[in-house]
């Protein structure tokens, strides 16, 4: 009965209900271009919304993770909006701090800012540890505002927290600076299919496959542009 709610659930809520409706109506269609261009948009429509193809763009735009490196100076938490998905990149970084003893430094915005400091200090971070830039709007002023501490306070080791979608971009511009750092994803990975539920359409698969999706064009454009 719990599949059966599931599935049932998939497929007639958007956007599950998207894909029905367009090879619905591509059989009824007599012009062959409209007949074509409808089956194509279920098709990606289908494959936008299930979690394979969200496996297989991890593996194209997130960069590899590996262990915590030794002697870290600093661990930089990227800001993600007053969400939950900023809540978790500030969990990690306190794990992180608590692994290494290394300093958090923290970037955004006016109340974005102070909110994630709050939250730091909430769950026990000591203020002593804790650096705060409160003046960057996105994540293009976050990394020169970083880069600028960095290179200030001759930071050498530096580990950089965000959700995995936004790492290689971060990295990139990093780069820019001639910092490199050390990415680590704050939201878990999962990169095998759990159960046949995965193959259904979902909302919440489509809009991390988007975000992954919008991630990679923007890495090759900042790519070719280089």
């Known amino acids: 009965m719990f599949y059966f709610y599931k599935i049932l659930r998939s497929l007639l809520l958007p956007p599950g209900l998207f894909v029905l409706i367009f090879f619905a109506t591509a059989l009824f269609v007599r012009r062959r271009s409209v007949r074509i261009f409808l089956i194509i948009s279920a098709i990606v429509t289908y494959l936008m919304s299930i979690y394979p193809t969200t496996i297989l ?7 590899p993770q590996s262990p915590i490196p030794k002697g870290v100076d600093v661990v930089v938490v990227m800001g993600g909006g007053l969400t939950d998905e900023s809540i978790s990149r500030l969990v990690k970084g306190k794990e992180i701090h608590d692994i290494t003893g290394a300093p958090v430094l923290i970037t955004g915005y006016n109340d974005e800012a102070r909110m994630m400091r709050r939250k730091l200090l909430s769950i026990g971070l000591d203020s ?8 960057s709007r996105n994540t293009f002023e976050s990394v020169r505002n970083v880069a600028g501490i960095v290179k200030r306070r001759g930071f050498s080791s530096v580990v950089v927290v965000s959700t995995d979608y936004h790492l290689r971009r971060v990295m990139m511009e990093f780069s820019k600076y001639g910092i490199r750092v050390h ?8 990169d095998r299919i759990k159960d ?5 359409p979902s909302m919440s698969y489509f809009y991390k496959n988007y975000i992954y999706v919008k991630e990679l064009i923007g890495s090759l454009v900042f790519s070719i542009l280089k």
């Open 57 to 63: 763009l991890k593996k194209m735009i997130v960069p």
């Open 128 to 135: 002593s540890f804790l650096i705060v830039d409160t003046s």
């Open 183 to 190: 990415p680590v994803a704050s939201n878990p990975r999962r």
């Open 196 to 200: 046949a539920l995965d193959l259904f």
